[in-house]
Nanobody, 124 residues
């Protein structure tokens, strides 16, 4: 079992920055993948970015590429999301998720463990 706990959300102005953290308890395998999703009110959960836990390969949604950076600290079992140049449309509840035997990055159904989410609000 893996438990995930996000932190670091809050209110930021447009153009500002926030850094999210996701602390994982339990065993994260080198073959696992982890990702960040977000969900705005009335919208479906949306893939933001992902990283392979062992090799550190990354993938980004086009809407955040060049502005957001995903990273992980294997020793601390912690996933990060550095968000720069924030836009009002980035406002959402942000979730981290972990997957065993990932087949498709962007599909929430491929992730086996989820955190409770942390709210990010960007003011215009």
């Amino acid at each position: 079992q893996v438990q995930l706990l996000e932190s670091g959300g809050g209110l930021a102005p447009a153009g500002g920055s926030l850094r999210l953290s996701c602390a994982a308890s339990g065993r994260i395998l080198s073959s696992d993948a982890m990702g960040w999703f977000r969900q705005a009110p009335g919208k479906e959960r949306e893939f933001v970015t992902g990283i392979t836990w062992g090799g550190g390969s990354t993938v980004y949604a086009s809407s955040v590429k060049g502005r957001f950076t995903i990273s992980r600290d294997n020793a601390k079992n912690t996933l990060y999301l550095q968000m720069n140049y924030l836009k009002p449309e980035d406002t959402a509840l942000y979730y981290c998720a972990a997957s065993r035997l990932l087949s498709t990055w962007a599909s929430p159904s491929n992730y086996h463990y989820w955190g409770q989410g942390t709210q990010v609000t960007v003011s215009s």
